[in-house]
Structures are given as C-alpha cells and as structure tokens.
C-alpha cells in the first residue's frame, strides 16, 4: 500500500490526490487520476487508440489499475527521501518541531519553488493540448517555449525528465505534420496533373466518337447505294434475259430484187475482164448444175466446156444466190432504176433443153466479150448439139440474170 506525501497531484490536471482522486497508473508507468484516465480515452477517435499524453504509448481503460494508498497514516512513513536534521533547543516543543520540518520538506529554497510552479505550468500546457485538438501554431509555439525552458534550468529532476519527454513528443508531431503537408502537397499537384490529362483523354474521346459516328453514318449510305446498284443490276438482267427470249422473226421466202451497191466517190478503174469471166462461169456452172440435178442430165459435165479459173484469181466478192426453187416458183421483180453504170450488162442467153426419144440435148452457151467497152448484145450465142439436130420441142430454163447479184 502506498502512502503519499502532502501535496501529490496529478500530473494532467494538475489536481491534488485524496480520497475523492485516487491515483490510477498506465501501462507505460505514468499515474493519472481516474476523471483524467476517462477523458482522454472519451476523447480518442474510435479509429484511434487511446494513448499517453508524455510518452504516447497506447492503453486501453481496462488497462488502467488503481493505486491503493493509505491516508490514515503520517506521509512520514515512506519518505521520498531523507530530510535535513533539525536544530532543536530547550524552548521547542515537538508540534513546533514537526511543523517546520515540514515546511523545510515542501519549500526547501525560495528559487526551487519558481523552477517547480515554472514546470508544473509546462506540464499543464502539454497536458491540455494532449487532450484537445489544436492548431499547428500552438504546439510550435508549446514546444518552443520547452525548448528554452530546458535550456535555461541545469537541474535532472522527474518533472525535467517528463518535459523532455514532452518536447520531444511535440517535435515528432510537428515534423509528422511537415511531412503530412508536404505529401499532401504532392499529392494534390498529382492529383491536378491527373484532372488535366483526364479531360484532355475525354476531350479527344469524345472527338473520336463524333469521328465514329460520322463513319457510321458514311458506311450506311455505302451500303444503301450497294444496295439499290444490285437492285438495279438485277432487274437489268430480268429485262435481258425476258428481251433474249423474244423469237426473232422469220425471214421472208419471197426473194427481193437487190440493188447494186452505190458507185464510189472516186471513179473506179475499168474492170478486168478476167473477173467478170470468172463470175459469169460461175453463174452458168450453178445454172449448169441445177439443170443436171434431172434424170435427163447427160453422160458428159457442162463443167469441161468452161473451166474456172476462181482459184487462181480471185474474183469481187458477191451476194449468196437463191435457191433454184424459190427463182422458179416466183417471177423475177421488176428492174429497179439505178444510177447509169458505166458498163452495161444485158442477161446471158437462155440455155433450152429439148427431150426426145433420143435423148438430144441442146445448150445454149453464152460467151463474154473480149473487151469490156464491146456491146455484150453484139455477142452471138453459140449454140452445141451433141447429135447435131435440134429439136422444135423444147423447155426453156431460166437462169439468174446477173444484173440482179
């Protein structure tokens, strides 16, 4: 049990011990009263623990233990430390005795006293601005006035040791705080910096997105033009294939009358006889053969009597003929009138073939001229029998004139 001296106190405060405040003690060792012990844990954040106001260490209420101290005996019994002898005489008495030594135990020397109120006013300070919230000024300024308190006493005593522990307690604030502001500091230009980039990013978002929608939009006119191409393409194809599948008209059986070709701007060259002989051999071959095509064709061909010579000179080039039977069933058209040609060219003979018992034959062959300025009408035919009589019953065979190729 512990027995206190007249005037023990509180440190945080600053309230003289009795039995209405009793002494609790922490953790760490320092002792507080109980109203001293609640108020801070009271004022703590829940985020926070607790802690003491000299040393910071962390506690808890149920941590804190009661001190129990006997007040019914003499503060003489455990002394903190030994007092000075007093000089005692015959005229004292002992109540006068204990009274000054006493005395001599609370106020030693004059300059004591001031150094002891002079902490135990630091010590309030300390205490207040432990259990408080304040401002960055006022723990400077607190640890400031510390620092030249401690310069200025040369005594090592508890309260000096608790003070020292206090100013370094404030100074690790304050250098906590430097450190906070300069990284708060930093972290706000961060922070500006990361605004600024992010609105250029949305800024150029949302160009990117207009630059989208525009491509968009570009794309579905695109794909309505491809559209209506292939609709038009497909019903261009519909309409050629319906219009391929329209029968052409036939051709007409009757033969018409052709018209020779109109005469060149620059007048032409005399002609050749050679190919003027080609092509009326030719003609009078087809005439030849198309009357050999019958059961009273003789033994011998017409085709020795006239040889062509079409494969060694080519001849002008000319129009297909029609077919016997078309130029015998109808009547030859009437002539057309045409410009005046140069050379005129009346029809060859006839060629008459005459049936008998004995089978005689007569051709009638026509010779071109010469010379293409000789009269063809001047030109004889000459006539071939084969046994030299002529027959008076004959059957005429036309042939295709050549003024109509």
């Known amino acids: ?75 003489w019994n455990t002394p903190r430390r030994l007092p000075k002898t007093l000089d005692m005489s015959s005229n004292d008495s ?19 006293s001031r150094t002891r109120d002079e ?55 304050l250098m906590n705080h430097v450190a906070h502001a300069e990284a708060s500091k930093s972290a706000k230009n961060i922070e500006q910096n990361l605004k600024v980039k992010l609105e250029e990013l949305e800024k150029s978002n949302k160009n990117l997105e207009a630059e989208i929608h525009r491509y968009r939009r570009e794309y579905s006119q695109k794909v309505q033009e491809c559209t209506s191409l292939r609709t038009e393409v497909s019903r261009v194809k519909a309409l050629a294939s319906t219009l391929g599948t329209i029968p052409t008209p036939l051709p007409e059986t009757r033969p018409r009358a052709m018209s020779p070709p109109p005469p060149p701007s620059t007048p032409a060259p005399a002609p050749q006889p050679a190919p003027l002989l080609s092509r009326f051999n030719s003609l009078h071959a087809r005439s030849t053969s198309m009357h050999a095509s019958r059961p009273s064709t003789p033994a011998y061909s017409v085709r020795s009597y006239t040889p062509s010579i079409r494969s060694q000179t080519p001849g002008p080039m000319r129009l297909p ?68 009589s002529v027959t008076p019953k004959s059957r005429l065979a036309r042939s295709p004139s050549p003024s109509r190729y």
Request: include cysteine.
């Open 1 to 75: 049990m512990l027995t206190l001296l007249p005037g023990s106190y509180c440190d945080v405060c600053a309230e003289e011990f009795s039995s209405q405040c009793l002494p609790h003690t922490i953790p760490c060792g320092h002792v507080l009263c109980a109203s001293c012990c609640h108020s801070i844990v009271e004022k703590t954040s829940q985020r926070l623990s607790p802690v003491c106001p000299f040393c910071r260490e962390q506690f808890t209420i149920d941590t804190v233990r009661l001190i129990h101290t006997d007040f019914s005996s003499s503060g």
């Open 119 to 173: 902490a135990r006013r630091l010590e309030d300070k300390v205490a207040k601005v432990a259990a408080k919230k304040c401002s960055v000024e006022e723990v400077n300024s607190l640890h400031h006035e510390l620092e030249q308190w401690l310069k200025s006493t040369s005594k090592l005593d508890d309260q000096t040791s608790s003070l020292y522990l206090s100013a370094a307690l404030l100074r690790a604030i």
């Open 321 to 388: 003929t029609p077919s016997p039977q078309q130029i015998r069933s109808q009547t030859p058209a009437p002539p057309v009138p045409t410009r005046p040609r140069r050379l005129s060219l009346s029809s060859p003979p006839k060629m008459t073939r005459s049936i008998s018992e004995e089978k005689q034959e007569m051709h009638e062959r026509w010779i071109p001229p010469r010379y293409p300025d000789d009269d063809i009408s001047s030109v004889k035919p000459f006539r071939h029998s084969r046994t030299g």
């Open 94 to 112: 002992t109540t006068n005795l204990w009274s000054r030594r006493e005395e001599k135990l609370l106020f030693p020397e004059g300059g004591t």
